[in-house]
């Protein structure tokens, strides 16, 4: 496998006191450049006649190249290493979201209308005519995002405290790029039953619901009941945020290379949550030949004891994940790292498309594989593609939220896909470039047009 890129989830600030001689920082920058660190920012703290106190900024690829990097610095340069800060935990300190007032409380009459006795009447009104509660609360821009830990971002079952980090992520996402308030629900508990009965009775509060980082198959089950059972959008992000980003960027790519949904033959290796979300979209989009591959190879008719998503999805074919493979147009990843190799990806059609979007480790590192594929994309932010459910998730709950839709549909997927896909002109598309930026400002406002649209003609608009 190639050596991993350095990137920012593992930066480090070094605080370092440089002799005050000509060469000093250099001779510290060449060291970090062999090191193979990426330096970012340099910053003077202080200055004396004999020192220099500078903070450089360095990006590692893992803990352990961090490690090796200011043990290097140590050991092979003149400067003094006064502290090390990892970015990443410094940002996270405190938490990254808080809940502040909307309104100034400058006096006795703005108490009495914001609280107690004023408040008494708006509760009286939403009594009477409970669809006000929607006008008058912070219900109509808020979204629950519901885990129980069972399967966060690659990293597994760990937990409702552990995966409260990354609701609060979803959180600041939801804030910035559709302007919804979002709370993190992380559940003590991964009994099916006990969580819809959980998010049902926190529903009121919520205009929303975006379930995350539950395993499959419950997470299937969990969104069906909640679904059926509740006037709100349910919304499983790691299924249908992953599937309309892919497919949105399949759809260009399969213009780069010429080539039609129907005619290409797809393999998706990950038959989880987000393998048989996509598998389904794509379906639905009008592919027809795809292959579904999980850790024992193809998902086929003879395999015994497969769950009811798989079925939906198995075929004749039997062999390995190589085996599928052999002259693919199209390779979508979404299970583990480095599962493909070099060979496996040869054997495909010529003009492949090869999405490898396990995080943060890929199944095949891109640098291998240039080369051979006419398109390729990741999960990550430092290759050109990346395939992130943020160009998703926060214009879809913003157009159902607009309109109140009462839930949200596969139609509505399909749309939001083709309006993301859209954004890239013709004249811009190129190999490199198939999909918008996640800091596109368009993209949250096109999608959530496109499923308040999509919502109205289908008559699941309430206002």
Do not use: W
């Amino acid at each position: 496998m190639a050596d991993l890129t350095p990137n920012p989830s593992f930066s480090l600030t070094l605080r370092l006191e440089i002799p005050q001689q000509p060469g000093m920082l250099a001779s510290v920058l060449q060291v970090i450049g062999q090191e193979k660190g990426h330096v970012g920012q340099i910053s003077l703290i202080q200055h004396t006649r004999s020192a220099l106190v500078r903070d450089i900024t360095v990006a590692a690829a893992s803990t352990e190249h961090a490690a090796a990097i200011v043990n290097a610095v140590k050991q092979e340069t003149a400067a003094k290493v006064l502290d090390v800060f990892d970015r990443t935990f410094r940002l996270h300190e405190g938490g990254k979201i808080t809940v502040t007032s909307k309104l100034p409380l400058h006096d006795q009459d703005d108490l009495a209308m914001a609280y107690t006795p004023g408040v008494g009447r708006i509760s009286r009104a939403i009594a009477e005519e409970p669809a006000l509660v929607h006008r008058l609360t912070i219900k109509n821009h808020t979204v629950a995002i519901v885990t129980d830990g069972s399967a966060v971002l690659g990293l597994g079952n760990i937990g409702p405290e552990a995966a409260l980090p990354v609701m609060e992520g979803k959180a600041m996402l939801f804030q910035e790029f559709a302007n919804l308030d979002a709370f993190p629900i992380c559940l003590a508990t991964q009994d099916v039953d006990e969580i819809v009965a959980t998010v049902k009775r926190i529903a009121p509060v919520f205009g929303g619901v975006n379930l995350e980082d539950i395993s499959a198959p419950r997470c299937f089950e969990i969104e069906q009941r909640l679904q059926a059972e509740l006037d709100i959008p349910v919304f499983h992000d790691d299924q249908h945020g992953t599937a309309i980003v892919t497919l949105a960027a399949l759809n260009n790519a399969l213009k780069v290379v010429k080539k039609s949904l129907a005619d290409v033959r797809i393999v998706i290796n990950g038959a989880g949550a987000a393998g048989i979300a996509i598998a389904r979209l794509l379906k639905k989009a009008g592919a027809t030949t795809i292959l579904l591959c999980d850790s024992q190879g193809i998902v086929s008719h003879d395999r015994p004891h497969l769950s009811g998503a798989k079925q939906e999805f198995a075929v004749a074919t039997t062999g390995t994940l190589a085996d599928a493979l052999q002259g693919a147009d199209v390779f979508l990843g979404v299970s583990v790292p480095g599962v493909v190799t070099l060979d496996m990806i040869q054997s495909m059609a010529e003009d492949a498309i090869v999405f490898a979007m396990a995080n943060p480790i890929p199944e095949i590192q891109p640098e291998l594989i240039y080369n051979h594929v006419a398109v390729v994309a990741t999960g990550r932010s430092d290759y050109p593609n990346q395939i992130n459910n943020v160009l998703a998730f926060p214009g879809v709950f913003k157009g159902a939220l607009a309109c109140r839709a009462a839930a949200m549909t596969t139609t509505m997927y399909l749309e939001a896909a083709q309006a993301i896909a859209a954004l890239i002109s013709p004249n811009d598309l190129q190999p490199d470039y198939i999909i918008p930026s996640v800091f596109d400002r368009r993209v949250a406002n096109v999608v959530a047009t496109a499923v308040e649209q999509c919502a109205r003609s289908q008559g699941l608009a309430r206002c």
